[in-house]
């Protein structure tokens, strides 16, 4: 029964005028002006449904129906939680003023009536409460845990701390697991079961015991008449689940770990929160009572545990809206599953006050406002299978366009190999691509208005990124790699992982590969075979030494035991007959080994293995306790100038001194292992010079050519944010687990550039839109995942392998999934023809599962969609066209443009019989630019101007425009003695200074050398601390809050200004501000730029989109301060040199041009926005800084 319409004063039409917005369609004013009453909303991608459910929030706050605190709203992720709370707030404080403007009445806002900011005061006190789905089931467990036992103060694991301890079960563990896996599969198995036993609300032991009941079932099967065996298939599925068994005997004591060190993850808070929820009823009440309105967006991610959860609490008859997309849902490897978004009707009935229980209403938005018409034609048909009624439990509308809509473009394409794939996809995209206010990289004109068109390649797994990333760098397009398994894949990244890999493990020797055959080392074939031999030379001496210790030993054993001893011949002892200089004592280091020598003794004498010829004693005597040398030992200990081996090979001077300077730079970084390990990563990347190299890519701007290693450093830093021991190793295995794992251990996704060309899976690319997107890998058995072309059609093993693979009989949606009916079976082929039909059965619900994923990839496009495939990969067979691409152009909905012809059978793969030729060491100034010089002549030509500039100047002469070399050592006496007398300053300056530091510099440079010399802690003030809670509480008006330095907090130079009335007067103040109402482009930002040779570090308060400079895509920094402005000139003018630093250090860190970027102060006590006249260029700056610094002190 639906409860009664809500009795409102103002209409969703109403608000949307005063807010002077589009008025919402009949759809969504359904859903705005819905009742109190259980709901679904059916949003289909695109379909605008933060944008309602933001416009609900608010017509019902406005309408006094609810209060702000009595609304609950639960998403996924922090952003999104973020962007919705962001809009409800906007929302209403715009609302208010243009109500207060018109003289309308605002029941919801009556309280504030009166304010002098129009309401905005009481949204600062009450607000809605807006969070994500793991953090609302922490605050359950903060709160009501010690009612079962859970202590609220519990440390949260994060995934790096998980993976870390799970590995110390895994590898201290001495009961036999009869695995051949990997130490890292198992771990990886110990994990995933965990999660899988927190998402279904089981323990490891109920676990075991009802796999054991499957087994028991499946034994049991008669074995028929004539007597049959099991079939293979059904032994090897016993097989893999006693093996799940065993595992789960590591899950118990994985889990138990974390209870003994009073720690949970995120799926124990889900699974204890759902236990509260379901065993506790007074937990339900209390939240009940709170909330009165209750908003769950993505619902068809939500996994069972988070249903019991939400459906336990609010699944009376609750008002609950959810709003999802079944096709959508692209989670089920963790969990998800569409049909609990199809189940909530009846999982959340709408209960009349007699009891009597109805389905909950579903409501539908069905106008794509993001896809343009050609785009959203193409996604409607490949998920036009998953509305077939045998399909969707509720009505699933087909998506329509927006009005207005462009006609959009779809392009098919078909390649030969997964090279010309990647090559169209690159032409594609540089044909589109433009950044904001600029040309392409094709020289194609700006997009109109200077407006930019952002791009995106989608790919189902990130095998796929290293050859399309080669593909669009080649094109000189900006590539973003997006994910830690891509980060992984970048080149600067991989190189910091190398050296890290080669300085901890000796046995590395494939990292160390890489450095010596990089663009820096260049190491070339011959040095490299020399190298080989030396290493193996270093193996043989320690051949040779460890035998001679246990034929002593043996000697003296016999000699104990009334035997004859003697000497073993041929047995060279240590640091005797050995001429290979340094590196072959015993303390040089060892590890196993990769590079051994055979056949080659000490002293270069080949070996026979006969005693007595001067050969070491057999390898049966020292098999266990050889050590043999890697590479890397043999690059930490390089062989002596002029050392030849026996087969006549030796390092040239050029290869000897860079393998010095590569083993110089692997003791450098085990020098430092004692920094944290994000200092740690730094000082490699340093040592490698890879801040430099990536600095002086042509083209990119500096905070761009960097990021990828500054993503890296990010993981290091969140690494040792998670784990309680974050050593060097722990990380190096948890990236290599990360590296192998598809969904293994992905960092958070961060917002993309959109100066850059996204390279992203599709399951990160959710949530996100591009203007243009190419979808690439559109191959039977790429996405699709599964074959769908075999002889028996897609099938899929599911739960009967895999390690980590939760039984789907023990899942709480096993409803919802294929079922193998393994009891009761007639005999052993009556079993194995039910194995088969749930392969199949499988097959199908995963293909139906990658349908959803290749929806959601479609979906992400605005305009421009390509989609394609390659003939080729790297296997010997060729790889069908996906039957999503082949759907989409056989119903003509894309266009064809180039389209390969089927190879013909027991064709050879043209990737295989390709041979590249290259020069070997790659020239690193080497390759062509598109219509340019080839780089090394450039360069060259650039260094010969350099020299040629050099070379005039020390020429000489006395005519007209030159200066003799006598007038330039007069002046360089000159400037050295006006040096030694000018007074010396009595501190150094730092090479880094703040902001604020160049301010103080500036007014005074005595006292700023007198506190730099002795620095003093400054004297608490209650100015300065309000000024330090003031911006603190701005951030959080705006956004989540950021890392500060201490050297430049927020507030720290406004104790000398006069003191403010209280924190709520001043927080009123800057309500009333028009900065306020507007949007930031950034908040609390750190940037730095060089200027005079000093690095100066900004921290901007806030950026918006200039209000006064709209057509030119301008930006105003705003620095608020919590006083009166200035009344000295000389004192505004040091100010304004603080705006100035921080205009400057904008503009190049974002790369907008300087006329474009204005600065103000904002004087909130005051009421009053300062925009100075003028403000000072880099030139200025720079020469007022020099005349601080070189001046002597005031």
């Not at 006590?1165 to 001046?1191: C, S």
Request: hydrophobic content about 45%.
């Amino acid at each position: 029964m639906t409860a009664p319409a809500l009795a409102a004063t103002l209409s969703a039409q109403d608000i949307a005028r005063l807010l002077r917005r589009d008025l919402p369609t009949d759809e969504q004013v359904a859903v705005i002006e819905s009742p109190l009453s259980p709901a679904l909303v059916v949003a289909g991608a695109g379909s605008g449904k933060t944008e309602t459910m933001s416009a609900r929030v608010v017509w019902l706050l406005a309408n006094g129906l609810v209060a702000p605190e009595e609304v609950l709203g639960l998403t996924f992720t922090r952003k999104a939680a973020g962007e919705l709370a962001e809009r409800v707030r906007r929302r209403l404080r715009h609302l208010a003023r243009a109500a207060a403007a018109e003289g309308v009445h605002l029941p919801g806002l009556s309280v504030a009536e009166d304010a002098a900011d129009g309401g905005a005061a009481l949204l600062t006190v009450a607000r809605p409460t807006i969070s994500t789905y793991n953090a609302y089931a922490a605050s359950l467990v903060g709160d009501h845990g010690l009612r079962i036992g859970v202590e609220p103060s519990a440390r949260l694991l994060g995934e790096a701390a998980q993976w870390q301890l799970a590995s110390e079960v895994v590898e201290s563990w001495t009961a036999d697991l009869d695995s051949s896996a990997a130490v890292s599969t198992v771990v990886e198995a110990v994990l995933t079961l965990s999660g899988a036993l927190d998402e279904h609300l089981i323990d490891a032991d109920e676990a075991r015991r009802r796999i054991e009941g499957i087994v028991e079932d499946i034994e049991a099967t008669p074995p028929g008449t004539p007597p049959r065996q099991p079939y293979a298939k059904v032994r090897e599925l016993v097989g893999s689940l006693r093996e799940r068994q065993r595992v789960l005997d590591l899950v118990a004591a994985y889990r138990e770990r974390k209870r003994a060190s009073d720690a949970l993850d995120f799926g124990d808070q889900v699974a204890i929160a759902a236990r509260l929820a379901r065993d506790v009823p007074e937990v339900g009440a209390g939240e009940r009572a709170r909330f009165r309105v209750v908003l769950l967006d993505e619902y068809q991610d939500t996994s069972y545990a988070q249903l019991v959860l939400l459906s336990q609490l609010f699944g009376g008859g609750h008002p609950v809206t959810a709003v999802g997309d079944p096709h959508q849902s692209i989670y089920g490897w963790r969990g998800a599953s569409a049909g609990g978004l199809e189940r909530f009707p009846t999982d959340f009935p709408d209960v009349a006050a007699d009891g009597d229980r109805q389905p909950a209403a579903v409501y539908a938005l069905s106008t794509s406002w993001r896809n343009d018409v050609a785009v959203l034609d193409a996604a409607n048909h490949v998920a036009a299978p998953l509305r077939r009624p045998e399909k969707a439990r509720v009505a699933l509308p087909t998506l329509g366009a927006r009005p207005g809509a462009g006609a959009g473009d779809v392009i098919a394409h078909l390649a030969p190999t997964l090279e010309e794939e990647a090559q169209a996809v690159a032409e594609f995209v540089a044909a589109r691509w433009r950044p904001e206010g600029g040309p392409g990289v094709d020289g194609g004109a700006p997009a109109p208005g200077g407006a930019r068109v952002t791009a995106a390649v989608l790919c189902r797994k990130r095998a796929q990124f290293p050859v399309l990333h080669r593909a669009l760098r080649a094109a000189g397009l900006p590539v973003e790699v997006v994910g830690l398994g891509g980060l992984l894949a970048t080149p600067e990244v991989v190189d910091v992982v190398a050296l890290l890999q080669a300085a901890h493990d000796p046995s590395r020797g494939d990292s160390l590969m890489r450095l010596l055959t990089g663009a820096r080392t260049m190491l070339g074939a011959a040095d490299l075979h020399a190298l080989a031999d030396w290493s193996a030379h270093l193996a043989q001496g320690l051949d040779a030494r460890a035998a001679a210790a246990v034929a002593r030993e043996r000697a003296a054993s016999a000699a104990g035991a009334g035997g004859q001893a003697g000497p073993v011949a041929g047995a060279a002892e240590p640091g005797r007959g050995d001429a290979a200089g340094p590196g072959t004592g015993a303390g040089a280091g060892g590890g196993p080994g990769a590079l051994a020598g055979d056949g080659v003794a000490i002293d270069g004498a080949p070996s026979t293995g006969v005693p007595g010829d001067g050969a070491a004693e057999p390898a049966p005597v020292v098999a266990d306790v050889v050590d043999e040398r890697s590479i890397v030992d043999a690059v930490d200990s390089p062989p002596p100038p002029g050392w030849t081996s026996p087969s006549g090979r030796s390092l040239t001077p050029t290869g000897l001194a860079r393998v010095v300077a590569v083993g110089e730079v692997l003791r450098a970084v085990r020098q430092h292992t004692y920094l944290s390990l994000p200092e740690l990563v730094a000082h490699a990347e340093r040592l490698w010079g890879l801040d430099i190299e990536v600095a002086a890519r042509a083209g990119v701007a500096p905070g761009r050519a960097r990021a990828h290693l500054d993503a890296f450093r990010e993981v290091a830093v969140r690494y040792a944010d998670a784990t309680d021991d974050p050593t060097l190793g722990g990380f190096l295995a948890w990236l290599e687990s990360a590296d192998a794992h598809e969904h293994g251990l992905d960092m958070p996704v961060a917002e993309p550039d959109p100066d850059a060309v996204q390279l992203i899976t599709v399951h990160a690319a959710k949530g996100l839109e591009w203007d243009a997107v190419a979808v690439a890998g559109l191959v039977d058995g790429g996405l699709p995942a599964t074959r769908t072309q075999g002889p028996s059609g897609p099938t899929d093993s599911a739960w009967l392998t895999g390690l980590g693979e939760l039984p789907y009989p023990l899942r709480g949606d096993r409803h919802d999934l294929p079922d193998l009916a393994y009891a009761g079976a007639a005999d052993p082929k009556d079993l194995e023809e039910r194995r088969k039909q749930f392969l199949l059965d499988a097959g199908d619900h995963q293909v139906a599962e990658e349908r959803r994923l290749a929806y959601v990839a479609f979906t992400r496009a605005r305009a421009s969609l390509l989609l394609t495939g390659a003939w080729w990969g790297d296997g010997t067979r060729v790889r069908p066209p996906s039957l999503f691409l082949t759907e989409v152009v056989d119903a003509g909905l894309a266009r064809v443009d180039g389209w390969a012809v089927q190879p013909d059978d027991g064709t050879e793969n043209p990737r295989t019989q390709d041979v590249a030729g290259a020069v070997w060491p790659a020239d690193p100034f080497g390759g062509e630019a598109e219509g340019g010089p080839v780089r090394r002549a450039a360069v060259e030509a650039a260094a010969a101007a350099v020299r040629a500039a050099r070379a005039e100047r020390a020429a000489g002469g006395s005519g007209p425009g030159r200066r003799s070399a006598w007038d330039r050592t007069v002046d360089l006496l000159l400037a050295e003695r006006a040096l030694e007398s000018r007074p010396r300053p009595e501190v150094e300056l730092p090479a880094h200074l703040s902001a604020s530091a160049v301010v103080r510099l500036a007014a005074d440079r005595g006292e700023f050398a007198r506190a730099l010399r002795r620095p003093v802690p400054n004297r608490p003030s209650p100015q300065a601390r309000r000024g330090t809670q003031f911006h603190a509480w701005v951030e959080g008006f705006f956004g989540s809050p950021a890392l500060v330095d201490l050297d430049d907090l927020p507030g720290a130079d406004d104790d000398s200004v006069p003191v403010d009335a209280d924190e709520a007067a001043l927080r009123a103040a800057f309500l009333a501000t028009p900065w306020a109402a507007l949007e930031p482009v950034a908040v609390e930002v750190d940037v730095e730029t060089t200027v005079a040779g000093y690095v100066l570090r900004s921290r901007i308060d806030a950026v918006f989109r200039d209000p006064d400079r709209p057509e030119r895509d301008a930006v105003v920094v705003v620095d608020w301060k919590t006083g009166a402005p200035p009344t000295d000139p000389a004192a505004t003018a040091v100010r304004e040199l603080q705006l100035a630093v921080y205009r400057l250090a904008w503009s190049r860190w974002t790369g907008t041009p300087l006329d474009r970027v204005s600065a103000a102060f904002c004087y909130v006590g005051a009421g009053r926005t300062v925009r100075p006249e003028r403000l000072l260029g880099a030139d200025e700056i720079e020469r007022l800084l020099l005349a601080a610094t070189e001046g002597p002190p005031a």
